[in-house]
């Protein structure tokens, strides 16, 4: 960090001349000037008064800032040593209410995340319930048990069944789409085994 203790000073000597220098120690070196250890030029001019003094600076700006009004006439630099000294003013002022801005600003920003951190957590919550009710509500329902498939000699069994007035070979072939042999071989199987009854030749009936 750049070492902001340098002032630019303007003095009045004693037959009304003026001398800008730098230090920063000002009250030391204004007593180095009346006491005739200081810069040359205020030995046989003291004792001196202090009319101006600059905003704190690094040396650099300071040199610079001296270098400039030391440039200027007589009648110039004091009038030159104000103005910086002016501006150096406001640009404090405008500084120090920016600086004043920014914190407001980090306090509205704080504000803000805590407000926000707050409307989270039950937004959350709900976040989290809907799961859980979808969860519930989407459970799968059980599924249903595939009817076992009827063999082919059920299919013929179910066709006879309850016909009082029997059903014939070519009856049963239509139905099930069984060929005249596999018909003829439930029957005579079903008919040995008492499941079904003929009524009149090529007729049948469930038992």
């Given at each position: ?48 008064k202090l009319i101006g003094i600059s905003p704190e600076m690094t040396k650099s ?80 329902a059980p599924a249903k048990k595939r009817a076992a498939k009827l063999t082919a ?55």
């Open positions: 960090m750049k070492n902001k203790k340098w002032v630019v000073y303007l003095i009045r000597c004693s037959d009304n001349s003026l001398y800008c220098g730098i230090s920063n120690n000002l009250k030391n070196r204004l007593v180095e000037h009346n006491s005739g250890k200081g810069a040359k030029y205020t030995r046989s001019r003291k004792p001196v700006e300071a040199l610079k800032l001296e270098y400039r009004i030391k440039q200027l006439p007589a009648d110039k630099k004091l009038s030159e040593f104000l103005r910086e000294e002016n501006v150096m003013t406001i640009f404090k002022k405008n500084l120090q209410s920016l600086q004043k801005e920014i914190k407001a600003l980090e306090k509205k920003m704080e504000k803000l995340i805590v407000a926000a951190q707050k409307s989270k957590k039950p937004a959350t919550g709900k976040k989290t319930l809907a799961k859980s009710v979808k969860a519930k509500g989407t459970k799968k000699t059920d299919q013929v069994l179910q066709i006879l069944k309850g016909r009082k007035r029997g059903v014939s070979v070519a009856t049963l072939m239509e139905k099930t789409g069984f060929d005249s042999k596999k018909v003829q071989n439930i029957l005579q199987r079903t008919y040995k085994q008492g499941k079904i009854k003929r009524v009149e030749k090529g007729k049948y009936v469930g038992a």
